[in-house]
């Protein structure tokens, strides 16, 4: 059976059920030159606006005799006391504190992601400094001493959670322990699922025993987790392993807010590629933290573009885009530090390989997923293609690139737009009306999105195949659409066709786009096309 998409836009469940929902999928279509067809014709069009900003869909599972618990903002009150240590950590300055997994600490203050903590050293001699929050854990839970354990990651909140399990992508049972956002004191079970990640409020009576079914309690955390090891849970089955370590989010502290750093503090390794705008190399922060280092051309941005787009691309954080962790320019050539993909860009990575189906839309997927914070935040592309997006553990795909984007201010059609005055358009991945008028926009990277997974579905293979870039536009202008790869499922091709759509208006937006998502992976399960 040929699997079909989910087209849909995802919704949050409010109800203590689930629910099972129904879907209109999109018929094939004429392979060579065609009307694009329409959006309304593909999909319904929804109102939640969650997509936009790339939340995994989640449930919320609790017994009714109790009241479910709520979401909200972390709790400001600070959380000090003893603390054990889940990973080791080195520190990266004079005002960090380096410790090994298992060691105790006292927490004196408990604010952001960098908490200010102090341990013993040689029995008397105490040193304090920050520390990352998010590897340490409660040394004391409701007077029972918790075993340490990979599985217990402090406080999160609902979306935290959802960002950590994300990155076992379609794998159930992965799961993780986490204090609740609303109740300091409170505990969480999140768990992994195909389509969603579900949360479980664990509850505690009167007498300290724990349980997220009343039927079932629980002297403490470990045998309430061991049990469910054994015993499945509703809609998730039993838990399998725990969500792996979480990285920081910066490379220490201090670059927070001061990610102006001298390059003294960056040793070079080999170089990963090169484009129009800037070289890359692998590269070592203190020589202790990988990173990738991306050196600008000199004559590729002045000094005040510069400044206001690394301003801008400090501020987007998401799972699936590429993080800025510092920038140089104490001199040309300035450098944009970000994290380091270990597996290179999307298009290398594709080429000769052969991956199943589901692996195919689950990297889509998180393209989209990040397209759509990108569009979310008004903030442009300009150059969506599987060069421009990274692979890291886990596959995870992270798009890259768009720091050379521009944030937008003004509007077209009631959508924004970049009057570009280059010359490098790669003519195969732009659409129509930024190649004659260069007007860039949310629409313009949908187009780019379409040829994007043309390359992914044919492992990595150039677009237009036969027509050189000056041969394209005029190609497109008169109707012609690529036709579908070799294997490629029609609901995929009529994906690919509405992007391509000749006017921007017609086109989908990311956050429709996302609801390609998990579940669509899910249902290639079992075809032929499925994953071995």
Known sequence: MVPQLLLFIPHTHTHTHTHTHTHTHPSAAPREMFTCPSWSGLCRRGTDKDAAAGDQQAVEIVWTHEKEPGVGSPPQDETTGFYKALWSFEARDDEEVSFQKDEVLRVTRSSGGWWTAEKIVDGARKVCGFVPHNYLLPFEISGKFLEISRWFFGQLNRFEAQNQLSAAGDESGVFLVRRSDKDAKGYVLSVGAVAAVKHFKIFQSVDGELYVNPGHRFQSLEELVEHYKHHPLPSTGLLTKPCRRPNTQDLSHHTVDEWELPKSQFALEEQLGGGYFADVYRGRWKGMVNVAVKILKNDSLDHREFQLETQILKKLRHRHLISLLAVCTDAHPFYIITELMEKGNLLRFLQGKSMGLSSLVEMAVEVAD???????????????????????????????????????????????????????????????????????????????????????????????????????????????????????????????????????????????????????????????????
């Not at 959508?415 to 926009?441: C, N």
């Not at 497109?476 to 036709?483: A, D, E, H, K, S």
């Not at 000749?502 to 669509?520: G, V």
Request: aromatic share 14%.
């Open 370 to 532: 990040g397209m759509a914070y990108l569009e979310s935040q008004k903030s442009i592309h300009r150059d969506l293609a599987a060069r421009n997006v990274l692979v890291g553990e886990d596959n995870i795909c992270k798009v890259a690139d768009f720091g050379l984007a521009r944030f937008v201010k003004q509007y077209y059609y009631s959508e924004p737009f970049y009057l570009s005055e280059s010359k490098t358009i790669p003519f195969k991945w732009t659409a129509p009306e930024a190649i004659s008028h260069g007007r860039f926009s949310s629409k313009s990277d949908v187009w780019s999105f379409g040829v994007l997974l043309y390359e992914i579905y044919t492992y990595g293979k150039c677009p237009y195949p036969g027509y050189s870039n000056n041969q394209v536009f005029p190609l497109i202008t008169t109707g012609y659409r690529m036709p579908a790869p070799p294997t490629c499922p029609a609901d995929i091709y009529q994906i690919m066709l509405v992007c391509w759509s000749a006017c921007p208006e017609e086109r989908p937006d990311f956050s429709e786009l996302i609801t390609l998502r998990r579940q669509a992976a899910a249902e290639c399960r079992g075809s032929q096309y499925s994953d071995p």
